[in-house]
């Protein structure tokens, strides 16, 4: 509903009161009743701004408009690249990328610092991918407006849209030290959450890749290990370059496949309580290596966290983002949600690897190529689809060790 307020008269002394029953909703809603008296001051500058804004501005004002920008901003003050409010349009984006499918351009981001949101990697045979941005590409504009200072989610929601129209981006390809721009097409994108095949350098490893950890991530990882009994393998390659992570309870779900009994993680809210998530299944018993690069984050550093602590297998690679906290997405009313940090997690051993990450047991540097047959100074991910894969070499050559 759009709702315009004129200068004077009973028209303006409307306004204001519909403006303080809004504000007065928005309070409630969100539990800062108690907070009233204590920041009365702050709340009549709120509602002075308010009140200026729906009766002075030239133009026409949503009064909705105006509470969704709010309550971006008080989320935008707590300064964290991780929590963000998300109108509809935002949530439902989310929702679909939970799900596995999005029409996009088929790219992995990450935010390595309040303001800089970089490429992971590009799905292969999407169109990012078709069009030559690569990992490492710092994404500096969508369609012409700077996304640095926004929350990742929100910045890949404008990215996503629906399929068969075009987005515009600004990239700085800081290898290059050069500025590019690129029209992409947005397309259907299947994202292949789990794939798994015997590894090509020797047919008794089989080897699991994991995109993400989304809902549909466990039962995948399930069947794979099912197939991979059916071959009688003799060991396990775990793939999580580039996964930026995803759900803490499909996270748990895979971690138990590789860990004996006990706890895989244990998440600690602001006032100390701990929780254990404990395994959820029984361990297969095999030589593990799990592959690990600047690109694993979140659920993917707390399956390695686990591997790592109770010693099932080795981290193979270069060490991991070090993303150690938790967010949690609450729905609101209206088809918004907020999603804020409400935990951190530590390993089993009770490791805090929030902004230190985790190192590997073998360590890999994959260098990426320039093009011209130099090589860059600055290693990217390898994409475990190219040719040549030094960290999956290693990974084989580790899970031979074990099974001499």
């Known amino acids: 509903m759009r709702v315009v307020k004129r200068l004077g008269g009973r028209r303006r002394g409307l306004g204001i009161a519909i403006t303080l029953v809004i504000i007065c909703s928005v309070l409630t809603t969100a539990t800062l009743g108690v907070m009233v008296l204590g920041n009365y001051q702050h709340l009549g500058r709120l509602v002075k701004v308010v009140r200026l804004v729906t009766t002075e501005y030239l133009e026409p004002v949503s009064l909705t408009g105006l509470v969704?920008?709010?309550?971006?901003?008080?989320?935008?003050?707590?300064?964290?690249?991780?929590?963000?409010?998300?109108?509809?349009?935002?949530?439902?984006?989310?929702?679909?990328?939970?799900?596995?499918?999005?029409?996009?351009?088929?790219?992995?981001?990450?935010?390595?610092?309040?303001?800089?949101?970089?490429?992971?990697?590009?799905?292969?045979?999407?169109?990012?991918?078709?069009?030559?941005?690569?990992?490492?590409?710092?994404?500096?504009?969508?369609?012409?407006?700077?996304?640095?200072?926004?929350?990742?989610?929100?910045?890949?929601?404008?990215?996503?849209?629906?399929?068969?129209?075009?987005?515009?981006?600004?990239?700085?390809?800081?290898?290059?030290?050069?500025?590019?721009?690129?029209?992409?097409?947005?397309?259907?994108?299947?994202?292949?959450?789990?794939?798994?095949?015997?590894?090509?350098?020797?047919?008794?490893?089989?080897?699991?890749?994991?995109?993400?950890?989304?809902?549909?991530?466990?039962?995948?990882?399930?069947?794979?290990?099912?197939?991979?009994?059916?071959?009688?393998?003799?060991?396990?390659?775990?793939?999580?370059?580039?996964?930026?992570?995803?759900?803490?309870?499909?996270?748990?779900?895979?971690?138990?496949?590789?860990?004996?009994?006990?706890?895989?993680?244990?998440?600690?809210?602001?006032?100390?309580?701990?929780?254990?998530?404990?395994?959820?299944?029984?361990?297969?018993?095999?030589?593990?290596?799990?592959?690990?690069?600047?690109?694993?984050?979140s659920a993917a550093e707390i399956v390695a966290g686990a591997v790592k602590d109770v010693g099932t297998g080795s981290l193979v690679g270069t060490k991991t983002f070090g993303k150690g906290i938790v967010q949690s997405v609450i729905p609101l009313d209206g088809g918004a949600a907020i999603k804020l940090t409400t935990a951190k997690y530590l390993t089993p051993r009770l490791n805090d690897i929030h902004k230190i990450g985790i190192e590997p047991d073998v360590k890999v540097e994959p260098v990426a190529g320039t093009g011209n047959g130099e090589e860059d100074k600055m290693p990217l991910p390898t994409h475990p689809n190219n040719e040549s894969d030094l960290v999956l070499d290693k990974g084989v050559e580790v899970i031979h060790t074990m099974l001499r």
């Open 68 to 297: 969704d920008g709010a309550m971006k901003g008080i989320v935008g003050s707590l300064k964290d690249p991780y929590s963000s409010y998300m109108d509809p349009q935002e949530y439902k984006q989310l929702y679909e990328q939970i799900q596995g499918s999005f029409s996009g351009i088929g790219i992995y981001v990450s935010k390595r610092d309040l303001n800089k949101i970089v490429v992971i990697s590009p799905i292969k045979g999407g169109p990012a991918d078709r069009e030559g941005i690569v990992a490492g590409d710092v994404i500096v504009k969508v369609n012409g407006e700077e996304v640095a200072d926004m929350d990742v989610d929100v910045a890949v929601s404008k990215i996503k849209g629906p399929e068969g129209t075009e987005v515009h981006l600004t990239i700085f390809r800081e290898a290059e030290q050069r500025f590019l721009d690129y029209q992409l097409n947005r397309e259907k994108v299947n994202i292949p959450v789990v794939t798994a095949e015997l590894a090509k350098q020797d047919s008794r490893i089989g080897v699991i890749r994991i995109s993400q950890f989304n809902k549909t991530a466990a039962m995948e990882v399930d069947n794979a290990l099912r197939n991979f009994r059916e071959n009688k393998v003799q060991g396990i390659i775990l793939d999580l370059r580039d996964n930026p992570g995803g759900e803490l309870e499909a996270a748990v779900d895979i971690a138990s496949n590789f860990v004996p009994q006990g706890p895989v993680v244990h998440v600690v809210d602001r006032k100390g309580a701990t929780e254990t998530f404990n395994t959820t299944r029984s361990q297969m018993v095999l030589p593990l290596a799990v592959l690990i690069n600047g690109g694993s984050a």
